[in-house]
């Protein structure tokens, strides 16, 4: 299950999303849901409400008590990495060893105006914020002289549950180059399907990064889908329609300074991208697999399909109450793919 609220006050309170959210969360170990993620975003209805993913994790650990606890993603960029080892650390704790990290480098113009941060920096202060993390988490009395921030002698506390670290995972959108680093490093990905044959390319550079770099098996790969099923295909339909449309809408708006003339190297072909998105709709998504809405018997379908058609993913993460979606809907989707559709694939 992936939380990523697109909503505001006039829509839903924080409180309510937050206690709709985890009552979902309490389906995940009656049904073996892999996994609980939330993203990390400021200051916009698209993401908003979730400027700490660590805080909602913590909470989501003590409904679900088997589920890997993920972060999709933090973002180093907007955090000193000495605050972000140490919640790491206590994350790790609270869930019992069960936290895996998904690091990205946000990716929204006016997230780094607010923040007074360059995006000609992101991909800097990224590679420099997961090695810093790294470092304190993997070492005890650890030192770093960075470009961005710089610490001598620290242990971080907490100390990790897990040794020698929780499981790092790479967020990657479009760009070849996030599947090659993820695969080199020897980083899991986290990533948005944009369509059956770019996946699968996308995903070839990765594997064939992780195998190059001599890491054992082919790596780890999380794909990204809104998800409502329910007994009557119709029904699903008109249910997920406007949610998801408002969704797409929130994001190309968060991301409007792409398309109003933002540009940055580190960034290239982003307006086109985000342009692209305008165009998309609830029918697009569906179409393109990057939306799975039906009876359980075609999603099942669906999902083995594209799961050959891009040579096979591990895990699906599943936003289930996206949008102004009910609680009810939802809560019913998430039953009805766990009994019906889960069962096929275990």
């Known amino acids: 299950m992936q939380f990523f609220p697109a909503v505001g006050p006039d829509t839903k309170s924080g409180q309510q999303y937050f206690d709709e959210s985890l009552r979902l969360t309490e389906f995940a170990d009656i049904y073996g849901y ?8 400021y200051f916009h209805p698209y ?24 972060t999709g993603a933090v973002l180093p960029v907007f955090n000193n990495p000495l605050k972000l080892a140490g919640e790491i650390g206590m994350l790790d704790a609270i869930s019992g060893g069960r936290a895996e990290i998904g690091f990205a ?22 590679d420099e914020g997961v090695k810093q993390i ?13 470009s961005f921030h710089k610490f001598t002698n620290v242990t971080s506390l907490p100390r990790p549950t897990q040794k020698p670290r929780p499981n790092f995972w790479t967020a990657a959108f479009a760009t070849p180059e996030s599947f090659e680093k993820a695969g080199r490093v020897g980083n899991y990905v986290m990533a948005i399907p944009i369509g059956g ?9 990765y594997r064939d990064a992780w195998k190059s770099a001599g890491h054992e098996g082919n790596g780890r790969i999380m794909l990204a889908f809104h998800m409502h099923c329910h007994e009557d295909p119709e029904e699903a339909a008109r249910i997920a329609r406007d949610p998801l449309n408002r969704y797409l809408k929130l994001l190309v708006d968060a991301a409007r300074g792409w398309v109003d003339g933002t540009a940055s190297d580190n960034y290239k072909g982003y307006g086109k991208m985000i342009s692209a998105l305008d165009a998309e709709t609830f029918e697009s998504q569906v179409e393109k697999g990057s939306a799975w809405v039906g009876t359980p018997e075609m999603l099942t379908e669906q999902i ?18 996206f949008n102004d979606m009910s609680f009810e809907d939802a809560q019913k989707s998430v039953k009805l793919f766990g009994e019906k559709v889960m069962p096929a694939f275990s």
Not at 34 to 41: G, L, M, Y
Not at 197 to 205: C, F, K, P, R, Y
Not at 304 to 321: K, M, P
Request: glycine share 8%; proline share 3%; hydrophobic share 45%.
């Open 34 to 41: 892999s996994h609980i993620r939330i993203v990390e975003h």
């Open 47 to 70: 993401g908003g409400y979730t400027p700490n993913p660590i805080v909602f994790l913590a909470a989501a650990s003590q409904r679900a008590k088997k589920a890997r606890i993920v």
């Open 105 to 126: 480098r946000a990716f929204l113009p006016h997230e780094y105006e607010r923040f007074g941060i360059s995006l000609d920096e992101s991909v800097a202060r990224f």
């Open 134 to 146: 790294e470092l304190l988490l993997t070492g005890e009395n650890v030192s770093h002289d960075g």
């Open 197 to 205: 044959s770019a996946m699968a390319e996308l995903i070839g550079v």
């Open 304 to 321: 083995r399909a594209y799961d050959a058609d891009i040579g096979g993913f591990d895990d699906a993460s599943l936003q289930v109450n």
